[in-house]
T-cell receptor, first 109, second 114 residues
Framework: GQNIDQPTEMTATEGAIVQINCTYQ??????LFWYQQHAGEAPTFLSY??LDGLEEKGRFSSFLSRSKGYSYLLLKELQMKDSASYLC??????????WGAGTKLIIKP | IAGITQAPTSQILAAGRRMTLRCTQD?????MYWYRQDLGLGLRLIHY???????GKGEVPDGYSVSRANTDDFPLTLASAVPSQTSVYFC?????????????FGPGTRLTVL
């Protein structure tokens, strides 16, 4: 079966750094996506990784290890507006996205 | 219209009723998708369309149907609603089904079936 695992909830402090992990087992691999979803809103795209390594985009970075079936999203200089759910999704061999349940990130002052 | 829109925003529906959720995009994207999102679960694909005139089944297609008569519109129909179809429904689109393309999401429809 196909499976995406990520922690249900994490708490971090404003100004700090947090790493959200994602492990996956899918039938085929055509890239891994991270999306941000604020409560009551639609998911919005954050990052895409298809090759091993780190992709940096401002305060957000995403890492991929295909051999380990593992990715993480790194958020630096946390702001209160970063309080949201972070969704990990893998595109499988049929070019369909398989989604994790999301990690709810709570930022405290 | 800018992007992707959905209607209605929310709906309460009696079990057994027929309901169509509307989705329209103005980005000329070829691929469109319908997902449902339930608490504690990831987004699950219901149906998809890679181009106008074609549709395909996703992970959870039972009880739902779709059509893609043109590029812009991708309605989702519940023929006879059941309480287990209570969920938040998101429509999404992408330029095509290629792996590197992000999906753009509509604002969602919150559906309650009683």
């Amino acid at each position: 079966g196909q499976n995406i695992d990520q922690p249900t909830e994490m708490t971090a402090t404003e100004g700090a750094i947090v790493q959200i992990n994602c492990t996956y087992q899918t039938s085929g691999f055509n890239g891994l996506f991270w999306y941000q979803q604020h409560a009551g809103e639609a998911p919005t795209f954050l990052s895409y990784n298809v090759l091993d390594g780190l992709e940096e985009k401002g305060r957000f970075s995403s890492f991929l290890s295909r051999s380990k079936g593992y990715s993480y999203l790194l958020l630096k200089e946390l702001q209160m507006k970063d309080s949201a759910s972070y969704l990990c999704a893998v595109m499988d061999s049929n070019y369909q996205l398989i989604w994790g349940a999301g990690t709810k990130l709570i930022i405290k002052p | 219209i800018a992007g992707i829109t959905q209607a209605p925003t929310s709906q309460i529906l009696a079990a057994g009723r027929r309901m169509t959720l509307r989705c329209t995009q103005d980005m000329r994207h070829n691929a469109m998708y319908w997902y449902r999102q339930d608490l504690g679960l990831g987004l699950r694909l219901i149906h998809y369309s890679n181009t106008a005139g074609t549709t395909g089944k996703g992970e959870v297609p039972d009880g739902y149907s779709v059509s893609r008569a043109n590029t812009d519109d991708f309605p989702l129909t519940l023929a006879s609603a059941v309480p287990s179809q209570t969920s938040v429904y998101f429509c999404a689109s992408s330029p095509d089904e290629s792996s590197y393309n992000e999906q753009f999401f509509g604002p969602g429809t919150r559906l309650t079936v009683l």
